[in-house]
């Protein structure tokens, strides 16, 4: 495997439901990052992980609970979702994240696409 | 307040043209970096080209260029000789540097269609 990847692409969920979005990344980063994208949205930041430790909670619900267990996986715990949480849900992984664009683009997987009915 | 404006929903191009799709800024960060990322359908973001504040000279990779106008607060994507492959959504995004780390702020994104 190489870059990004993200399973699964697909997820249909009840509100009731509990599941998990997985991230991995082979790029030796050490920064992570989850992303929401709704149709006609700009894309939100939701979660920075960096060095496994989170710095960033961007105002999300806690029903969405990010894990980093080490520097190249990342989870999304999903429990007791709306259905306005349907939506594209993007994981991304930079060098780190000091500020210098050599080491700070932004490297993106494929998505998981969640359905919430 | 937006701070990343892309004005074109939509955008038809013909095969082997050029096509400028346009993004707009807004910042009071005198140091910020300008990205480009592509969305093919298949949804993943697909890292274009970078433009820091201070480069001098307009970011160019392979097929793509930057025309950075600092003044206006301008970062278009230049795509020469379009193929079909380019069909996708293109995203404007910009960093800057007062939020202490690597915060992509991004625009709603020009869908570009190539036809043969």
């Known amino acids: 495997e190489t870059g990004v990847t993200q399973t699964p692409r697909h997820l249909v969920m009840g509100m009731t439901n509990k599941k998990s979005l997985k991230c991995e990344q082979h790029l030796g980063h050490n920064a992570m990052y989850w992303y929401k994208q709704s149709a006609k949205k700009p894309l939100e930041l939701m979660f920075v992980?960096?060095?496994?430790?989170?710095?960033e909670n961007n105002s999300v619900p806690s029903r969405f609970s990010p894990e980093c267990p080490n520097s190249s996986h990342l989870f999304l715990h999903l429990h007791t979702l709306q259905p306005e949480d349907s939506a594209l849900y993007l994981c991304a992984s930079s060098q780190e994240t000091s500020g210098s664009p050599d080491t700070d683009t932004q490297y993106f997987g494929p998505g998981t696409r969640l359905t919430v009915l | 307040a937006q701070k990343i404006t892309q004005t074109q929903p939509g955008m038809f191009v013909q095969e082997k043209e050029a096509v400028t799709l346009d993004c707009t800024y807004d910042t009071s960060d005198q140091s910020y970096g300008l990205f480009w990322y592509k969305q093919p359908s298949s949804g993943e973001m697909i890292f274009l080209i970078y433009?820091?504040?201070?480069?001098?000279q307009n970011a160019t990779e392979g097929r793509y260029s930057l025309n950075f106008q600092k003044a206006r607060k301008s970062a278009n994507l230049v795509i020469s000789a379009s193929q079909l492959g380019d069909s996708a959504m293109y995203f404007c995004a910009m960093r800057e540097s007062s939020t202490g780390f690597q915060k992509l702020v991004f625009g709603t994104g020009t869908r570009l269609l190539v036809s043969p």
């Open positions: 433009q820091g504040s201070y480069d001098e």
């Open positions: 992980y960096n060095f496994k430790e989170q710095t």
